[in-house]
């Protein structure tokens, strides 16, 4: 995220990963900085992003996939608030 931005949420975001380290699909944190103008977070990539699954799939999904996904993304963004 870009450092000047109104309601940085990156560095928040690091520390909840680092708590949580350890746990069950949480990846590891290795760095979180500032590089140049942008707040920068990296951690393990745990398996292939949603995008590589979309390609794997011919850029087709079910609609019982895209419906799963956003029940998920849902279930996600409630527990976040």
Known sequence: EIVKIKHPQLLYESKLYKLFQGGTGIPN??????????????????????????????????LKTVLMLADQMVCEFICSC
């Open 29 to 62: 944190v290795r760095w979180f900085g500032v590089e140049g103008d942008y707040n920068v977070l990296v951690m393990d990539l745990l398996g292939p992003s949603l995008e590589d699954l979309f390609n794997f799939c011919s850029r087709k999904l079910s």
